[in-house]
């Protein structure tokens, strides 16, 4: 046996040990998707998506599907330790047997409010309490194309967050009681 000393750096989750915390970040990937996409000296955003999801009418299919999903399958492993982008990279992952013009540029600027918080991760405090607290919500025919609700939740021990989700229901929810349901 080998001693490899302690753990910094795990498929590219980078691993940053203090005294009491733990942080998971996957700061160097995050920057190598900028560069793949050619967007490393872009303008940062606020937010990862609109409020409402305009333009997504537009029919114009995307010149390049291969590199579409390339890039929305590497942001769907970057949400391992970003779950604030968790939403937004469900909602283009829906578009990936044809993503249109509309699509890509809504990756885009996915990729500008990463370009922005590229150093977000995980953090882990040792002094957290055990009591476990969930947190679930759920919007009423959210998605302009299909109606169809999107559910989203996140479970945290103490303050750290150990688990979240956010996709989309199978069925279409004629209230919005049914839908958080």
Same mark, same amino acid.
């Given at each position: 046996?080998?001693?490899? +000393?302690?753990?910094?750096y795990?498929h /590219? !989750?980078?691993?940053?040990p203090?005294?009491?915390? &733990? $942080?998971?970040?996957q700061?160097?990937y995050?920057?190598?998707?900028?560069?793949?996409?050619k967007?490393?000296?872009?303008?940062?955003?606020?937010?990862?998506?609109?409020?409402?999801?305009?333009?997504?009418?537009?029919?114009t299919?995307? +010149?390049?599907?291969?590199?579409?999903? /390339? !890039?929305?399958?590497?942001?769907q492993?970057?949400? &391992? $330790?970003r779950p604030?982008?968790?939403?937004s990279?469900?909602f283009?992952?829906?578009f990936?047997?044809?993503?249109t013009?509309a699509?890509?540029?809504?990756v885009?600027?996915?990729?500008?409010?990463?370009?922005g918080?590229?150093?977000?991760?995980l953090?882990?405090?040792?002094? /957290?309490?055990?009591d476990?607290?969930?947190?679930?919500?759920?919007?009423?025919?959210?998605?302009?194309?299909?109606?169809r609700?999107?559910?989203?939740?996140?479970?945290?021990?103490?303050?750290?967050?150990?688990?979240?989700?956010?996709?989309k229901?199978?069925?279409?929810?004629?209230s919005?009681?049914?839908?958080?349901?």
């Amino acid at each position: 046996m080998k001693d490899l +000393s302690s753990l910094h750096y795990f498929h /590219s !989750i980078q691993i940053s040990p203090a005294t009491d915390d &733990l $942080t998971l970040s996957q700061t160097k990937y995050a920057i190598d998707i900028l560069e793949r996409d050619k967007m490393h000296d872009c303008k940062p955003m606020g937010t990862p998506m609109m409020p409402k999801a305009k333009g997504l009418t537009s029919q114009t299919p995307f +010149s390049n599907p291969a590199h579409y999903c /390339s !890039i929305v399958d590497a942001l769907q492993y970057l949400t &391992l $330790t970003r779950p604030d982008l968790s939403y937004s990279v469900n909602f283009v992952s829906q578009f990936m047997r044809s993503p249109t013009e509309a699509n890509y540029k809504m990756v885009k600027r996915i990729l500008r409010y990463l370009k922005g918080t590229v150093d977000l991760g995980l953090h882990f405090s040792s002094h /957290s309490t055990l009591d476990l607290y969930a947190f679930s919500n759920a919007d009423w025919a959210g998605c302009p194309i299909t109606r169809r609700s999107t559910t989203g939740y996140c479970v945290f021990l103490g303050s750290n967050c150990i688990s979240w989700s956010a996709k989309k229901q199978h069925t279409v929810s004629r209230s919005s009681s049914k839908a958080e349901y």
